[in-house]
């Protein structure tokens, strides 16, 4: 449970490896790696033979703002459990290309800086790799600030594929760009095409979404509880605090005796 802007999507994360089984997962853009550990998690607990690359320099850009080596340094020890089947690609997007083949990719996520032209590059550079079945999902597709333009990009590029969007969580693009669907995400572009229908399983993510994001709070709240917790014993427990320990007494006496007198004293 770390913080991220992906909490919200975990549940259709866990849901869409499960329905598409991909061969090769590509995440473009990983930062603390809470989507990319959904993925993988998922991948574990189902038992697949999925192979999945996180890449990403991990030194952050203008949206997610830059960071040192600590950010890398949590997710590969957390990672660590995935490495049978799991690789951290440090390097950039464009780099990266020349180690997949083409036609291999089937789910791709672009979640890397979110200027109209970036997402564009990545999209279009990476095209050549995706399969006949693939899936491409784009985060922030909802978010209309700070020069982010996923948006714009959603809309071009979603009216030549079937594809839903999830308004919830910043926003979160599903494209079917292969032909080669599985039976099941072909039922589901087809039962989205409904309005109602896609009213209602936007509902029904979203709900499930608001969920994870609460959990996360709590897991936030508890960490900095615990924290203070620790303060308060070292404060407590340091040469200092007991040396002031009469000290501290006597103000209690006087405040409590001033109380009192207070109290006493005639209107």
Known sequence: MVDSAWHEHAPFAFWLIEMHRPRTFVELGTHHGFSYCCFCQAIDRLGLETKAFAIDTWSGDEHAGFYGEEVYEQLASYHSRYRTFSCLLR??????????ADASIDLLHIDGRHFYEDVKHDFTSWTKKLSNRAIVLLHDTNVRERGFGVFQFWEEI??????????HGHGLGVLAFG???TAQLSAFFDDVSDPQRAAEVREIYSYLGAA??????????STELVEVQQQIARITSSMSWRLTAPFRKLSASISRLGHRNLASAPP
């Not at 979603?158 to 969007?165: D, G, H, R, T």
């Open 179 to 181: 032909p080669d669907q």
């Open 212 to 221: 994870i994001a609460q959990e996360f709070e709590l897991h936030r709240l």
């Open 158 to 167: 979603s009216q030549n594929y079937k594809a839903f969007e999830f308004l």
């Open 91 to 100: 390097t950039t997007f464009d780099e990266a290309l020349s180690q997949f």
